[in-house]
């Protein structure tokens, strides 16, 4: 039976993960900051301390390959320095960390996932669903691009260890148990379809189970190696996706819309990010043979709201 420790695995993406894991036969460890205990056949948690440098080094021992999400939520607070900072150590440090007992301890591991993030890419200017950016575009000079630079450079000597290393840089991910849906479900509720800005800017997404899929695809694919989008090959226009989710939701709704000013005010520097359009292209992946199972948003939330 093949171990695979998850860092985040308590996360969002980590607990589906976990799950497809385990369903697949896989040994599951997580990787967390907490104790935490579980009676679930074939799961169990690991510590770390990533400030004090500390890791179970058991863990490492028995994995066979790791997954690694962890990290400071990105949207879970407003943009103060602090939290600018945290969410930045919170991944070079665990990136850092990983890298150092890797290189130290004699281990097995011969597969290594890291999530990443479209933040590397800058908006794009002509607001175009066709041509999205691919993985070989340079990083945006932004607080977002630079984040993921320094987050991608601090695991990338594990592809020099004889160790498979996969980065992913995940686009918005949509979950019916949080994350960016349940934001834009908020409004629903009220019946209200509530557009950001002017509604053009491209959002690249992807379904979770498509992005749990393609962490097991890029697992089990030996040929797999390197940097790859991890978006549905349909990005959508931010008003296309709030009409689908109203639909969805209501068979009468109100279209409205939040102007730029005002999203400044409530959110503050992170408004940059909700009202940038970026369009990312996941031709990489799928024609290393990833096949979607939500390629457009409108299959993507039948699923999630039914
Ligand atoms: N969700 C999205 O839309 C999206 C999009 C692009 C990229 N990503 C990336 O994918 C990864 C997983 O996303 P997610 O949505 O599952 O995130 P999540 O729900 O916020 O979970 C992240 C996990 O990271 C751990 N963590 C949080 N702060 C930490 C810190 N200071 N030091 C070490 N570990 C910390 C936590 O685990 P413990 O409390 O158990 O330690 C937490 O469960 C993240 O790196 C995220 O940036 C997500």
Known sequence: MQTVLITGGTGMIGRSLTTMFLEKGYQVIVLTRKQKRTHRKNLSFAKWDIDKGEIDLEAVNKADMIVHLAGEGVADKRWTVKRKQAIVDSRVQSGNLLVKVLSENKNKVKTFISASAIGWYGPDTI????????????????????????????????????????????????????????????????????????????????????????????????????????????????????????????????????????????????????????????????????????????????????
């Open 127 to 306: 607001n175009s669903l066709k041509d999205g950016f691919a993985e070989t575009d340079p990083a945006d000079n932004s607080y977002l691009g630079n984040t993921c630079q320094q987050w991608e450079q601090s695991t990338a000597t594990i592809g020099k260890m004889g160790i498979r290393l996969v980065t992913l840089r995940i686009g918005i991910v949509f979950n019916n148990k949080g994350g960016a849906l349940a934001e834009f479900l908020k409004p629903a509720k009220f019946g209200l379809a509530t557009i950001l800005g002017n509604g053009k800017q491209i959002v690249s997404w992807i379904h979770y189970k498509d992005l749990c899929r393609m962490i097991v695809f890029a697992i089990e694919t030996p040929a797999i190696q390197g940097t790859y989008n991890a978006v549905a090959p349909q990005p959508v226009t931010n008003k296309k996706l709030v009409l689908t989710i109203a639909k969805n939701k209501y068979p009468i709704y109100f279209p409205s819309f939040v102007p730029a000013f005002l999203l400044k005010i409530i959110l503050g520097e992170m408004s940059v990010e909700v009202l940038k359009s970026v369009n990312i292209s996941a031709q990489k992946i799928q024609v290393a043979g990833f096949l979607f199972d939500y390629p457009t948003v409108e299959e993507a939330l039948i699923d999630l709201m039914k």
